[in-house]
């Protein structure tokens, strides 16, 4: 077959999965350290990231063949990624709804911003900081609010015992802390 009736892949299929979007009727929950850190994402990427990678295609360009050069080659394909990115960020910042946790006027309760500390049924202790879906990091302690363990300690109180439900089933975890930063 002719190489002029096969399709290269334009590299789309090599872009950066999003975090998930929130789920249809809900809002685009976030702290203010969470909203601040999107907009200097977005700020780097347009003002100092996108233009540097645009120099360098612009360059690559000028150099004659462009299906030989990896300069180009790759800086397209790092336009593409930037330009995804921008866009998923701007549709971001234009939901979201700025949170301040420390304003929360019922500390006894679990509600968006409160770190929780609780017990499993193994007595081990676990704490969670409860944050909007695009600060979620897992590794750090910071769930989206969306999330099966958040969503179990949404309302709950110091003492209460609440059902988790886990791919591996049920599990019954009791809050031993809230606490809310200032």
């Known amino acids: 077959m002719s190489k002029a009736f096969t399709k290269e892949s334009d590299g789309d299929d090599d ?14 929950y976030i ?20 233009p540097r990678v645009v120099e360098t295609v612009s360059w690559a360009a000028g150099n004659g063949d462009r299906s030989e050069n990896g300069d180009y080659v790759y800086g397209k394909k790092r336009l593409r990624e930037i330009d995804s990115r921008i866009r998923f960020l701007t549709k971001r910042l234009e939901i979201a709804e700025v949170v301040d946790p ?9 509600f968006f911003g409160a770190t929780v500390t609780y017990e499993d049924g193994r007595g081990n202790e676990r ?3 409860i944050v909007g879906i695009d600060e979620a990091d897992a590794d750090k302690g910071r769930v989206s609010w969306i999330s ?15 059902e988790l439900r886990t791919p591996a089933g049920s599990e019954t975890i009791e809050v031993v802390a809230i606490r809310y930063e200032d």
């Open 15 to 28: 872009l950066p999965d999003e975090p998930a979007p929130a789920p249809p009727g809900t809002r685009n």
């Open 102 to 110: 420390g304003q929360q006027k019922d500390r006894g309760r679990v």
């Open 31 to 50: 702290t203010r350290a969470g909203f601040d850190a999107l907009q200097a994402e977005l700020r780097a990427l347009t003002r100092v990231e996108r």
């Open 127 to 129: 704490t969670v900081t």
């Open 148 to 162: 099966p363990i958040a969503r179990a300690l949404l309302k709950a109180q110091t003492g209460d015992a609440i």
